[in-house]
Antibody
Framework: QVHLVESGGGLVKPGGSLRLSCAASGFSFSDYYMTWIRQAPGKGLEWVSYISSSSTYTNYADSVKGRFTISRDNAQNSLYLQVNSLRAEDTAVYYC???????????WGQGTLVTVSS | DIQMTQSPSSLSTSVGDRVTITCRASQSIASYLNWYQQKPGKAPKLLIYAASSLQSGVPSRFSGSGSGTDFTLTISSLQPEDIATYYCQQSYSTPWTFGQGSKVEI
């Protein structure tokens, strides 16, 4: 049974940084692309970034390019998102999800809330 | 970027009703269209992938159709547990984009 658990969210001031983590279990983590998706309060879903199974490829939404960095540790079955230079508009629940070969998201974590406010 | 537009944004229904939600892409995406269900306070859940394939464990009252730019999610007989917001997502090209959501209420 696939299980994804995010952590690392919290309240941070504009310009601050956080490192979000996603612990994976129940599947062969190193075989899958992984992705981060966020949802601002009361809003829709926004894809943020993905990373390939062996970290060879990464891709980012324009809204976070240059500020966010996705990474993974296959030995630890963990996915990360380093979020820097945070802005108020980055306030959202951040979900990690397993990305299939056809680029849909078949398992999601419960999310971690990032609040950017002074 | 490919824009995804859903309609309606919200709909009020009754148990047992047939519910149809549409999703339109700003350019052709073949069958690279997926549907998710999100209940309040919960993570989204995959319902349909590749326009018409039912994800394992999803009730057969859910179905999807379409190709190119126009797609439909149908709930054949609405159940109380189907009250949720539904999102379409294109997986044709990055950035992966979602529709704005369709909220189904009773």
């Amino acid at each position: 049974q696939v299980h994804l658990v995010e952590s690392g969210g919290g309240l941070v001031k504009p310009g601050g940084s956080l490192r979000l983590s996603c612990a994976a279990s129940g599947f062969s983590f190193s075989d899958y692309y992984m992705t981060w998706i966020r949802q601002a309060p009361g809003k829709g879903l926004e894809w943020v970034s993905y990373i390939s199974s062996s970290s060879t490829y990464t891709n980012y939404a324009d809204s976070v390019k240059g500020r966010f960095t996705i990474s993974r540790d296959n030995a630890q079955n963990s996915l990360y998102l380093q979020v820097n230079s945070l802005r108020a508009e980055d306030t959202a629940v951040y979900y990690c999800a397993r990305q299939t070969g056809d680029n849909y998201f078949d398992s999601w974590g419960q999310g971690t809330l990032v609040t950017v406010s002074s | 970027d490919i824009q995804m537009t859903q309609s309606p944004s919200s709909l009020s229904t009754s148990v047992g009703d047939r519910v149809t939600i549409t999703c339109r892409a700003s350019q052709s995406i073949a069958s690279y269209l997926n549907w998710y269900q999100q209940k309040p306070g919960k993570a989204p859940k995959l319902l349909i992938y590749a326009a018409s394939s039912l994800q394992s464990g999803v009730p057969s009252r859910f179905s999807g159709s379409g190709s190119g730019t126009d797609f439909t999610l149908t709930i054949s007989s609405l159940q109380p547990e189907d009250i949720a917001t539904y999102y379409c997502q294109q997986s044709y090209s990055t950035p992966w984009t979602f529709g704005q959501g369709s909220k189904v209420e009773i």
